[in-house]
């Protein structure tokens, strides 16, 4: 038999009995579905945290407030408690680091801001002018902060959100808002940013340092925005910062100073194996379908037992039977595969439907393994019942015993 001959046998045998046919392949769609499905969600959800952390600007070096144990960054460091805290004066000492372009403080609170009876609850960051530039943002109408209004002006840059809920079809610049039992002119709005590290970037009304700390009776920062001068300096913009603060509290190392690609390290590493975790799991699925299919097979050969005896009873050796039941075996793992990816798509485009920040796409490596895999377990436990059918003898298949 050829090769073309042996997909007419395996295709007739398997149209033959289309619901054991159905059945198998089902089986094998919804492993590989799932497969696909799941690696597209952790993978996903990785996807989304690098993208967090990629919008906080390029070259980043974030130094926190209190010291955090050794051995690399850990998610649960970015709240730390100090006994000194960061103060604008740091701030400003950073930029005396050869590798350090422009540096933000950072002050965060919350305040309810009015216009004409329109009120919101809002988040309130008091940074510098410099903010702007390291975050990579935009200023969609009027200017942001300037250097020369100095750090305790009353002006407020408004997120695009605030600025249609506070004023809806009527012009923001020049207004006044009203942020806790404090007055602001609005000079600028920003550009459509969306959500950044847990801050959306919409939902925000930017004020100047000394007036944000002002307004909450602090004179702390909430962290501070390290930009290097370029990528290789960003190790060396965190020795310099942290040395630096260092030395300006007393040569107490009482800070944390982190950098953005280690923060990207981390969760793409942890991520990347909880998205390997969830696709063994599902595979798992796979074997129970290849299981499924020798048990189907092996009924296959007992029903087909004179058919069986006829080819042999013709000259046909043992191999051809072993190939021709192992072709079909693949053939249906192979199909169960491809519908079991289109039905995963499927799923990950749901996913992306109901969950538009996410990035559900399952990567290539989780596609090739979970076909991959189908059809080899659909080999493997094809094996027996084919070397079954093959050792049969002629004389009893044909009368059925």
Known sequence: MTASDLLRFAARAATAYPLRTGLMMLAMSIGVAAVVVLTALGDGARRYVINEFSSLGTNLVIVLPGRSGTGGFNPANAITNTTRDLTVGDARALLRAPSVLRTAPITVGTSEATFEGNLRDVTVVGTSADYLAVRRMG???????????????????????????????????????????????????LGQSGQGLGMNADEIVIIPVAAAQAMFNTNTLFRILVEARNRPDIERARDESLAIVKARHGNEEDVTVITQDAVLATFDRILGVLTLGVAGIAAISLAVAGILVMNVMLVAVTQRTPEIGLM????????????????????????????????????????????????????????????????????????????????LDAVQALSKR
């Open 139 to 189: 200023v969609a109408q009027g200017r942001f902060l300037s250097d020369d209004e100095g750090q305790a002006a009353s002006v407020a840059v408004l997120g695009a959100t605030i600025r249609d809920e506070l004023f809806g079809a009527k012009p923001a610049l020049g207004q006044m808002i009203r942020l806790g039992d404090r007055r602001f002119r609005v000079i600028g709005v």
């Open 312 to 391: 042999k009873a013709l000259g046909a050796p043992g191999y051809v039977i072993r190939n021709a039941f192992l072709a079909e075996a693949s053939l249906l793992s192979m199909s169960g595969a491809v519908i079991g990816y289109l039905m995963g798509e499927v799923g990950a485009y749901l996913l992306r439907i109901l969950y538009p920040t996410l990035p559900a796409y399952a990567p290539n490596w989780a596609i090739v393994a979970a076909v991959g895999t189908a059809v080899t377990t659909g080999l493997l436990f094809g094996v027996l019942p084919a070397r079954r059918a093959a050792q």
